[in-house]
């Protein structure tokens, strides 16, 4: 079956630093892979996605790009801020449709 | 425009209780999913439906857990009798099936606590 690895937290780094979460996953056939961020007290919004091998997702600083050969989707950020700290999830969804399949969370704390 | 509204926001209750969370999908979207997460397990999917019928209940843990989806605006997530291990933070989410885009629209979460 799907199935989706992401680093373990919680990783804490100081504002402006440089962010990159690992992902990897395990999937029959071509999914599609995202990126979800839940800030505190909140529910997952989705953050970026990508939906074929090569594609580059990006969205407020963040980026990761779908390596088939890696099978790897890994998130980065050039300069964190404060306002960045949440846990991120990896996902993919397979042939039925909006069913994703998520990683364990990866809880990021920005300090000043 | 309203997001996916879930009530109550928080439960707590003691162990053999009967307890149902709600959840109202934004208005159009044909797909909801139950969703729990603790800290040892993480995020599970416990049961999706498409227009009303549900279609993977794969993740239910056990027959204590039952959802019905009587109307495209409604859902319900039942846990009766509830048990301690059933502490989490239990999500709604909705989509519109035929984009297949994956994005998910998640209400803001039940935490649940059963003493």
């Known amino acids: 079956g799907n199935s989706v690895t992401q680093m373990e937290g919680p990783v804490t780094l100081s504002e402006e630093a440089f962010l990159t979460i690992n992902c990897t996953y395990t999937?029959?056939?071509?999914?599609?892979l995202f990126w979800y961020v839940q800030y505190p007290g909140e529910g997952l919004q989705l953050l970026l996605k990508a939906t074929k091998a090569d594609d580059k997702g990006s969205n407020k600083g963040f980026e990761a790009t779908y390596r088939k050969e890696t099978t790897s989707f890994h998130l980065e950020k050039g300069s964190v801020q404060v306002s960045d700290s949440a846990v991120y999830f990896c996902a993919l969804s397979g042939a039925a449709g909006n069913k994703l399949t998520f990683g364990g969370g990866t809880r990021v704390l920005v300090k000043p | 425009d309203a997001g996916v509204i879930q009530s109550p926001r928080h439960e707590v209750t003691e162990m053999g209780q009967e307890v149902t969370l709600r959840c109202k999908p934004i208005s159009g979207h044909n797909s909801l999913f139950w969703y729990r997460q603790t800290m040892m397990r993480g995020l599970e999917l416990l049961i999706y439906f498409n227009n009303n019928v549900p279609i993977d209940d794969s993740g239910m843990p056990e027959d204590r857990f039952s959802a019905k989806m009587p109307n495209a605006s409604f859902s319900t997530l039942k846990i009766q009798p509830s048990e301690p291990r059933d502490s989490a933070v239990y999500f709604c989410?909705?989509?519109?099936?035929?984009?297949?885009?994956?994005?998910?629209?998640f209400g803001e979460g039940s935490r649940l606590t059963v003493l």
């Open positions: 989410a909705s989509s519109l099936a035929a984009r297949n885009t994956g994005e998910l629209f």
């Open positions: 999937a029959t056939g071509y999914p599609s």
